[in-house]
């Protein structure tokens, strides 16, 4: 008898154990159901990083911190920059801008919101080079208090873009009394901003729970809970939205439009994003790629639309630009352009001389569909792509050790919104070892637009670098990619191109 | 019996340093841990910094031993994704684990016994070829394609349970059965196996020969004897089983340790994966353990006396 | 190793006949997968992409089993993919028995502390869930399909060495060894004509298991993104990735998903006969 007791009674602990498990969490799954209206449940791919607006570097972390932390000056959705913690503000002069602050305005722990949190909010991000929004913020060299709601910034000399930095993932404003007293861990574990919702819970790799800030300075917050989950699966993030548990999801997989679309009660909501895709070649001496016909063989031989239309399911445009509408220093006349003759591309690759060559092509394992499409496009051509598929951060090992062979293809975004963002790379000290592109030209430009305090002149002068780059191909571009949100009916949607989420600007249709 | 454990637990010493080692060996090959933590930015003197300061400078067996020195004080360094002790991340992820692993091994249970007995008792005949066959299917079909085809019927199509997350006992029960189902097809055939055994044992036979009703004799002598086999495989499968979570936690977007891994070696967040490596083996061993000395305990000598 | 009885009494078992007509069904597709495919497995066709099967409306003929995400045809991908499982399940396999073999020998014949620290390095191997010691290894060195192979083989190796030394053990004390023994024969002669045709059989049946669990195993690390890498095909490969499709285009992910499950039971199933036939003291509760 001794064992058969033995057994017993460990299967029933077992189920003791079991049950207690479920009893002590299902109070808590009251909540994740998307029914009560005044819930919002949005299910993104990944889970935020961390609470710490200033060293989190992708989007996906800041959406959901825009609804805690407020900016100074935040993009509305046409990219006009619009008051929020700044009233007002004016240039000084070449480096110095003044701002004054909104008064009345408190913290979610009571603290009021003063000029002292605006000096030690920015001079931490632009002080502290371990933060990983530090290399977007390093041009304000000091904070100057001049009275509690007013300050004056102070940049390392002519800084266009001063707005478009405050107005960017990391310039949430922090708390200083709040963290002085209890530590920046503390902060972390039960942050404090001054936006609309405030932190409820996180439980990591699971769910961020956000509740209503009901001294919000602003209008009065629309939701009571708004949930962030995080499902990494697409198809359970898409199973999720069909069953209803929650309302909003993003990254939808292409081929799943159709399918939710015609899914009662749900709809798919699209919008261009900043991110565009695009090939890197590189120019050093020796590699095929340096012949510029050869660049062009590749621009030719690649049908950029029939991509969009066949694997990115109509989610993307076309583009000879990376600066795509609604940033600083667009060119519209290279936007929905693109060129594909196959013919040509074949035939540039034999006065070139270099029919056969071996391109060697690394991507990111998010991009492979779109990589090997490219692949026997350029071998349809006459190369001989070979491809390299590594898992993202063996890829961003790569990327950072600037490592690549002929190619690599990548998604860039630009969070500034300003083409400088974007040029960067092709500045001659950048370019070393990465594409080794050198157009003293180009160079010229690029310098110039840095400092450049006359929009005017300053947008004309990245609307002749993007005429250059787009004959020297130092990068051939996709096409502009798009968001692909799925959403329940019970919600009004509009998604932006920076790919945050205002919990405000989603609205319940029931009211 | 007391020698035994001791021994036991001597041997779990050389064990975990050789763990310690592997996982050294493992973080010493991953590439750039200073290229990954430093934005692009940085400078050749940022790097320099960093190494120096993260101490790979230094010969190899030196930086073992600090690692080792460290390990044992439960310093496994920090997680540069969440910027915090990585010991206590990967801790506040066993509970939601151990919920999945015990629902699945409960369910692995439940399923084998009574079709392995059924199996057993009907030897050779349809059903015991069809339990066979839906077992095995069970053990052959790759876990992640059974998770997503179960969302699709039973939540979407059905709208009976839930589709991801934790939280109460419905939550569990999808990602249980996906994780359970391949131990379960492994207990069903080893309990048709011991049972097979038993029933030709002298002592059944002569039962049966006496009359009594087959239902009886399966239940008052050889199911108790069948569980043994099961008793001694639920401890050593707890280690299939936690593999198995990787797989299924990423699946049902389950918060445990099994998507924190996943993320962690996606993101080569090495400090993570120490740890968890460490605190998996540490139960492992445990668990063999215990198994160990339970198997011990049901050592036939003792049954039949 | 089979002879013509052996295989009379295979085919009395319904299951064990079953494997064995799978597996050599597998095995025929790898070997004339040029022959038997119906297209290029890597030609893109992204204006062809996610045709249903030909039985299907919209199928088309050349496209018997329907088409994928980038327009390749599914059939010939399949067949193809055949060599890849087989080359990853067998090569891992070979890997691994090496490993576990020679280990176990070494262990099992000269015992002491040669055995006392292999035995160790076992338990901390087996401490660890081999597709996260094969997960973290992949991530951090360069993909393919030799590097897949191996790091597969390395962490399975343990049931190997184990069942081989207690054989080892045991045969040491059989008269035949210690006649060998002390007619004066040397250690590798000991070795390779007497005990190790004599673990043969348990080699053969945990590696029938080992490959239903490599197979098993390739897919699930292409499902966390880390598996056999383009232009390879793979069935975990093309399960994975159709894995968007199961919902909107089914045979994407369906039909490798069926060439997983069925290979994988063929082995489970042979390898059952095998064990029963070979070797009925081991169980597979290693794998």
């Not at chain 1, 791919?45 to 805690?68: C, G, K, Q």
């Not at chain 1, 708390?175 to 404090?192: C, M, N, R, T």
């Not at chain 3, 090496?98 to 292999?118: D, F, P, R």
């Not at chain 3, 197979?215 to 390879?232: H, R, T, V, Y």
Request: glycine share 8%.
């Amino acid at each position: 008898m001794k064992t058969k007791s033995w057994i017993t009674s460990g299967l029933l602990l077992l189920v003791v154990a079991i049950v207690l498990a479920g009893c002590g969490s299902s109070k808590e799954s009251s909540t994740d159901s998307a029914t009560n209206s005044k819930t919002l449940t949005i299910g993104n791919a990944t889970d935020i990083e961390s609470f710490d607006p200033h060293n989190n570097n992708n989007t996906s972390s800041e959406a959901v911190l825009v609804n805690m932390f407020d900016y100074l000056v935040k993009n509305d959705n046409e990219q006009k920059k619009v008051p929020v913690l700044a009233t007002s503000w004016e240039q000084v002069n070449d480096t110095t801008w003044r701002f004054k602050l909104r008064e009345g305005v408190t913290f979610h722990n009571g603290d009021p919101f003063t000029a002292a949190d605006v000096k030690y909010t920015i001079d931490r991000v632009a002080k502290d080079s371990a933060l990983k929004q530090n290399s977007y913020f390093k041009s304000i060299k000091e904070v100057k208090v001049v009275d509690d709601y007013t300050i004056d910034m102070i940049t390392d000399g002519p800084d266009p873009l001063l707005l478009n930095r405050l107005s960017k993932m990391g310039a949430g404003i922090l708390p200083s009394k709040y963290i002085k007293e209890k530590g920046i861990d503390a902060f972390l574990k039960s942050p404090v901003g001054t936006g609309p919702y405030k932190f409820s819970k996180w439980t990591k790799d699971d769910r961020v729970e956000l509740v209503k800030n009901d001294k919000y300075f602003g209008e009065a917050p629309k939701w009571d809970t708004v949930v962030f989950r995080s499902i990494p699966e697409a198809s359970t993030r898409v199973s999720e939205l069909l069953a209803g548990g929650i309302d909003i999801a993003s990254g939808i997989p292409s081929t799943d439009v159709e399918r939710i679309q015609s899914e009662e009660g749900k709809q798919i909501v699209k919008a261009p994003i900043q991110r565009v895709l695009q090939l890197i070649l590189r120019e050093t001496e020796g590699t095929v790629t340096a012949d510029p016909k050869v660049r062009e063989a590749i621009d030719f031989a690649i049908d950029k639309q029939g991509i969009v239309d066949s694997i990115a399911g109509g989610a993307g445009i076309v583009t000879r630009t990376s600066v795509t509408p609604g940033n600083f220093g667009a060119d519209p006349s290279l936007y929905k352009q693109t060129l594909y003759d196959p013919a040509k591309a074949k035939q540039l690759l034999q006065e070139s001389g270099h029919a056969g060559a071996e391109l060697n092509m690394t991507v990111s394992s998010q991009y492979k569909e779109y990589a090997e499409v490219v692949a026997a496009m350029l071998n349809e051509a006459g190369f001989k792509a070979n491809l390299e598929v590594l898992e993202p951060s063996a890829f961003s090992e790569r990327y950072s050790s600037k490592s690549f062979k002929e190619i690599f293809m990548i998604g860039i975004g630009n969070s500034l919104f300003d083409a400088s963002n974007n040029y960067n790379r092709y500045l001659k000290t950048e370019a070393a070892g990465e594409t080794d592109y050198n157009n003293p030209k180009v160079e010229k430009l690029l310098q110039d637009a840095l400092v450049n305090m006359d929009p005017a002149s300053r947008e004309k002068q990245y609307q002749e670098v993007q005429q250059i780059l787009a004959e020297d191909r130092p990068a051939v571009y996709l096409f502009q990619m798009e968001g692909i949100y799925g959403a329940d009916n019970r919600v009004k949607f509009t998604p932006r191109s920076d790919e945050m989420f205002y919990a405000d600007d989603i609205t319940s249709v029931n009211g | 019996m007391k020698g035994y454990i001791i021994k036991s637990l001597l041997q779990v010493i050389p064990v975990l340093l050789l763990v310690s080692l592997i996982v050294f060996i493992l973080v010493r090959v991953t590439g750039d841990p200073v290229a990954l933590m430093l934005p692009e930015t940085a400078t050749a003197e940022d790097r320099a910094v960093l190494t120096e300061a993260l101490g790979l400078d230094q010969p190899l067996y030196k930086q073992y031993i600090t690692f080792l020195g460290s390990a044992l004080q439960g310093d496994f360094g920090t997680s540069f994704r969440y910027g915090e002790s990585a010991l206590p991340l990967v801790l506040e992820r066993l509970p939601a684990s151990f919920e999945l692993a015990v629902a699945a091994m409960i369910f692995a249970i439940i399923m084998a016994i009574p079709l392995g007995i059924l199996s057993a008792v009907k030897r050779n005949t349809f059903t015991d070829l069809l339990i066979s066959g839906i077992s095995v299917i069970g053990k052959a079909m790759p876990n992640f394609w059974m998770g997503i085809m179960l969302i699709l019927f039973f939540s979407v199509m059905l709208g009976a349970l839930p589709v991801s997350g934790r939280g109460g006992i419905e939550h569990l029960l999808l990602p249980a059965f996906t994780l359970g189902i391949g131990i379960g097809a492994q207990m069903t055939r080893l309990v048709r196996s011991s049972m097979l055994e038993i029933l030709n044992q002298d002592y059944i036979l002569t039962a049966k020969s006496k009359g009594l009703r087959p239902f009886i004799i399966i239940m008052k002598h050889a199911f108790r004897n069948g569980l043994i086999p099961v008793v001694t495989i639920v401890g050593l499968q707890f280690t299939s089983l936690i593999g198995g979570t990787l797989i299924t936690e990423t699946v049902f977007a389950w918060p445990g340790l099994g998507q924190l891994l996943v993320t962690a070696v996606n993101t080569h967040d090495m400090a993570i994966v120490q740890a968890s490596v460490f605190v998996i083996a540490l139960i492992v061993i445990i668990g063999n353990l215990l198994t160990d000395i339970s198997y011990r305990l049901l050592d036939p000598r003792i049954r039949y006396s | 190793m089979p002879d013509q009885g052996m295989i009379r009494q295979l085919l009395k078992s319904k299951t064990g006949t079953l494997g064995l007509l799978i597996i050599v069904a597998v095995i025929l597709c790898a070997l004339f997968a040029p022959w038997l495919a119906s297209h290029d497995p890597a030609s893109v066709a992204p204006l062809k992409r996610l045709k249903p099967p030909v039985w299907l409306d919209g199928g088309e003929s050349t496209y018997w089993l329907g088409t994928d995400n980038l327009g390749r045809d599914i059939w010939s991908r399949i067949v193809y993919g055949a060599r890849v499982s087989l080359i990853v399940g067998v090569g891992a396999v070979l890997v691994s028995g090496m490993i576990g073999a020679v280990l176990g020998l070494l262990s099992g014949y000269y015992g002491k502390w040669i055995n006392a620290i292999i035995m160790r390095v076992a338990d901390s191997f087996l401490a660890i869930p081999s597709i996260l010691l094969a997960l973290v290894v992949l991530a951090v060195t360069q993909p393919g399909l030799i590097t897949l192979i191996i790091v597969i083989g390395l962490t399975n190796w343990v049931s190997y060495a184990r069942v081989i030394r207690s054989e080892v053990l045991s045969l040491k004390e059989r008269d035949f060894v210690k006649a060998a023994q002390s007619a004066g024969a040397g250690q590798g002669r000991l070795i390779f004509h007497h005990i190790l045709p004599n673990v043969m059989s348990s080699l053969i049946v945990i590696s029938s298991m080992n490959v239903a669990t490599t197979i098993l195993m390739e897919a699930s690390l292409s499902f966390l993104g880390l598996g056999i890498k383009p232009p390879d095909v793979s069935w975990g490969g093309m399960l994975s990735d159709g894995r968007q499709y199961i919902a909107t285009s089914w045979w994407v992910a369906t039909f490798p998903g069926l060439a997983i499950t069925f290979t994988v039971l063929g082995v489970i199933f042979l390898g059952d006969w095998l064990r029963d036939k070979l070797d009925p003291r081991i169980t597979n509760d290693q794998s």
